[in-house]
């Protein structure tokens, strides 16, 4: 059975755990790289990890952006969005049609 997890600081995910999602508490890009092979390794399918850490995982998360899983998304921290997670959405819809039809090129 696949399992969902969440990679970020403390206080941003403790409280997914609350709803039965494994957490990996992280204080770094280091300590978040070796959660993310852990999850992707034993059958998390999807893998929330905040854009924060998200966006010093760049390499290690291009590993497996053909696979089908793990799905990988952003999320916002405690501190807020970056953007990060709809521009991922901006480029998976783009690449999927062939074009940029939410935000028209902007």
Do not use: H, W
Request: with cysteine; hydrophobic share 40%.
């Amino acid at each position: 059975m696949y399992k969902i997890g969440v990679i970020g600081d403390r206080e941003s995910i403790l409280g997914f755990k609350a709803v039965g999602l494994t957490v990996f508490p992280c204080d770094n890009r280091d300590e978040a790289a070796n959660a993310l092979t852990e999850a992707a390794q034993n059958d998390y399918a999807i893998i929330y990890v905040t854009e924060q850490l998200y966006k010093d995982l760049t390499l290690e998360i291009s590993q497996y952006a053909d696979s089908r899983l793990p799905a990988i998304i952003p999320v916002p921290s405690k501190d807020g969005s970056l953007g990060i997670g709809m521009e991922s959405v901006r480029k998976s819809v783009e690449r999927a049609v062939g074009a940029d039809i939410l935000f028209g090129g902007e």
